[in-house]
């Protein structure tokens, strides 16, 4: 069983950056691949970033591409999210998640099983 712990959300203005981070334990990190996903009230929670376990190897939602990026920290079992340019679209609540297909970057949420509780983002106009 692999529990994941969300940090990092909080409230900043259009353009600003800010770094979330998942901690992983219970579980051997390097055997997942993780990945964030993001969600609003009254909508479906929908893929933002993937990552391999090794970490060579990512694939970003078309939304997020050029300004997020994900990386992750095998000693640490982390796994981060670091969000440039944040618009005010991109508020939602931020979750991790792990799939023991680690050599895949799946997009889907069934393809994961693990998932933390979630950290919100706001982003004011």
């Known amino acids: 069983q692999v529990q994941l712990v969300e940090s990092g959300g909080g409230l900043v203005q259009a353009g600003d950056s800010l770094r979330l981070s998942c901690a992983a334990s219970?579980?051997?990190?390097?055997?997942?691949?993780m990945g964030w996903f993001r969600q609003t009230p009254g909508k479906e929670r929908e893929f933002v970033a993937a990552?391999?376990?090794?970490?060579?190897?990512?694939n970003y939602a078309d939304s997020v591409k050029e300004r997020f990026t994900t990386s992750r920290d095998n000693f640490k079992s982390t796994v981060y999210l670091q969000m440039n340019s944040l618009k005010p679209e991109d508020t939602a609540v931020y979750y991790c998640?792990?799939?023991?297909?680690?050599?895949?970057?799946?997009?889907?949420?069934?393809?994961?099983?693990?998932w933390g509780q979630g950290t919100q983002v706001t982003v004011s106009s």
């Open positions: 998640a792990a799939s023991s297909a680690r050599t895949r970057l799946g997009s889907r949420k069934d393809e994961y099983r693990y």
């Open positions: 219970g579980g051997t990190f390097i055997s997942y691949a």
């Open positions: 990552i391999t376990w090794s970490g060579i190897s990512t």
